[in-house]
C-alpha cells in the first residue's frame, strides 16, 4: 500500500499502482478509498475485468445492490471463465443477502463440472467468503465454511487423480 502511495504522489496517472492500492484497501476492508480508485482505473481502463470484479464485491459489501449487480454483468461480459463468473456470482449474492439464490446457481454449475479442479477450488473460495459475509448468521456461515472445505478436498482429490493419471 505504502509504495502504491508513494509512486501516486509522483505519478497519479500510474494504473498500475492505482489498482495495487486499490486492491490493498479492498483486502483491507478499507471499502470506500478501493471504490474511488476502482472508479478511477475503471473511467481510464474500461476492459479491465478485475477492477469490475474487486468494484462488485465492494458495492455488494456496502449495500450497492443494483451498482454491484452491474458491475457483476460487466465482469461476465469481460471474463470468459465460468469459474470466476459463478464465484463472483455467489460472492456478491451473499453480501447482499441474496445467498440462498446465488449459492443454488453455484451449486448447479458445481454439479456440471464436478471434476473440474479450478471449478472446485473457485466454489470453496466462494463458499469460504460466503461464510464471512454471513457471519451474523452462526448456523449458515458455519454451513458454508463446511462446505468450502468439502469443495477443496474435492478439488485436492482431482488434482491428485490428473497427476496421478500423467504418471502412468
Do not use: M, W
Not at 479442479?117 to 461464510?131: E, P, R, T, V
Amino acid at each position: 500500500l505504502a509504495v502504491a502511495e508513494a509512486t501516486l504522489k509522483d505519478k497519479p496517472d500510474d494504473l498500475n499502482a492505482r489498482f495495487t492500492r486499490a486492491d490493498a484497501n479492498f483486502r483491507l476492508g478499507n471499502d470506500t478509498a478501493a471504490q474511488e480508485d476502482l472508479s478511477l482505473l475503471i473511467e481510464k481502463a474500461p476492459t479491465v475485468a478485475r477492477a469490475y470484479q474487486l468494484r462488485a464485491v465492494v458495492r455488494a459489501r456496502t449495500g450497492q445492490a443494483e451498482k454491484a449487480k452491474e458491475d457483476l454483468a460487466k465482469f461476465k461480459e469481460l471474463n470468459n471463465s465460468l469459474s470466476s463468473q459463478a464465484y463472483l456470482d455467489a460472492v456478491v449474492s451473499a453480501h447482499l443477502g441474496e445467498d440462498v439464490e446465488g449459492s443454488k446457481r453455484l451449486e448447479e454449475l458445481l454439479a456440471a463440472h464436478a471434476s473440474d479442479k479450478h471449478f472446485l477450488y473457485d466454489g470453496a473460495c466462494a463458499y469460504a467468503l460466503a461464510a464471512t459475509a454471513r457471519a451474523e448468521d452462526v448456523t449458515k456461515s458455519k454451513e458454508y465454511a463446511d462446505r468450502a472445505v468439502a469443495l477443496l478436498k474435492k478439488a485436492v482429490e482431482q488434482a491428485q487423480k490428473e497427476f496421478v493419471a500423467l504418471r502412468d
